[in-house]
C-alpha cells in the first residue's frame, strides 16, 4: 500500500492505533485522523503498548467508540472530508457464548462482509470528498476466513463503486505497526497482506492490479483455476469447496436482497 503524503486520511477500527501513529510519524501526510472501536478506557485495559498518548501529544485526533456500522459515528466527523479511508484487517469480535451466536440469524460470513459493506457505504457517502479520489481501502489476510468473504466482486454489488484492484500490503512501510487480535492483547501472526481499493472514480491512483482468477476461465469465488477443460470445471464445481462457498454466496445474497442501507 502506497500512500500519498498529500491526502488527507481517516484511519478506522484501528486496535491499538499503531497503524496510525505509524502513518503520522513515517508519511506525516497532509492530515490524519484516527478513530477505534473501544473506549479510551477499554483500549488502555486492552493493550499494555499503544499509541494513544503518542497521537495525543502529536495533536493527532482520535475518535473513540467509533462503530463502523453506526451512522451517528460517521456523522461526528462533523463534515470533515478525506481523500482516502482505510480499515486494517477487519474481523467482527467473538460472540460472548454459544447462545448469543445461536440467536444471531446471519452466518459468521455474512456478518463480516456485511461489517465490510457498511464500511464502504459510509465511507463513500459520508467521509470521502467527492473532488478527491475518494478510495476506501481494506487490507485482508490470504488466508482463511478473510479469503472466504470474495470482496473484489461481491461487497460493492449494486452500489456506485468500482472495485479499482489490490495491491501487497507491505508492512516495513509502517515500522511500529502491530497488527492485533481484535479482542486481546496479542499480536496476530504477520501473514500475507493485500489492500483492496474501491472508488466511484475509474481512474487508480497507483499501479493496482487484478488477480488473474478474477477471469473467465477461473472460479473467482473459490480463487481457482484456470480450467483447462470443461471436465476440470465440472469438477470442480462439484468439489466440497465450491459447494461451501456457495452457501456462503447465496447467504449473502439472501443478506442483500433483504438489507436496507
Not at 489476510?141 to 470482496?151: A, F, G, I, M, R
Request: aromatic fraction near 12%.
Amino acid at each position: 500500500m502506497q500512500l500519498d503524503p498529500k491526502w488527507r486520511i481517516l484511519t478506522v477500527g484501528d486496535g491499538d492505533l499503531s497503524f496510525s501513529y505509524s502513518i503520522k510519524t513515517y508519511l506525516q501526510p497532509q492530515q490524519i485522523i484516527a478513530s477505534i472501536y473501544d473506549s479510551e478506557s477499554t483500549l488502555r485495559e486492552k493493550y499494555t503498548s499503544h499509541a494513544l498518548d503518542k497521537l495525543k501529544a502529536s495533536n493527532t485526533p482520535v475518535l473513540t467508540e467509533f462503530d463502523v456500522t453506526d451512522k451517528t459515528s460517521w456523522s461526528r466527523l462533523n463534515g470533515q472530508t478525506f481523500d482516502a479511508v482505510i480499515f486494517q484487517f477487519p474481523l467482527i469480535p467473538a460472540f460472548a457464548s454459544h447462545h448469543e451466536f445461536k440467536e444471531n440469524s446471519l452466518s459468521i460470513n455474512t456478518l463480516n462482509r456485511r461489517l465490510l459493506r457498511y464500511f464502504l457505504v459510509y465511507s463513500q457517502s459520508i467521509a470521502l470528498d467527492k473532488q478527491g479520489p475518494m478510495l476506501s481501502i481494506i487490507t485482508s489476510k490470504d488466508v482463511k476466513p478473510y479469503c472466504e468473504w470474495n470482496l473484489e466482486q461481491t461487497l460493492h454489488q449494486s452500489l456506485d463503486l468500482n472495485y479499482l484492484g489490490q495491491t501487497e500490503f507491505d508492512i516495513t512501510r509502517f515500522p511500529e505497526y502491530k497488527i492485533r487480535n481484535v479482542d486481546r492483547d496479542k499480536h496476530v501472526k504477520d501473514t500475507r497482506g493485500i489492500s483492496y481499493f474501491w472508488s466511484p472514480k475509474h481512474a487508480p491512483v497507483q499501479p493496482l492490479t487484478k488477480p488473474s482468477y478474477l477471469s473467465e476461465s477461473h472460479c473467482a469465488m473459490c480463487r481457482v483455476g484456470p480450467f483447462l477443460t470443461e471436465q476440470d470445471k465440472q469438477a470442480h464445481l462439484n468439489s466440497k469447496k465450491h459447494k461451501q462457498m456457495s452457501k456462503h454466496e447465496q447467504a449473502w445474497q439472501s443478506y442483500l436482497n433483504q438489507a436496507v442501507e
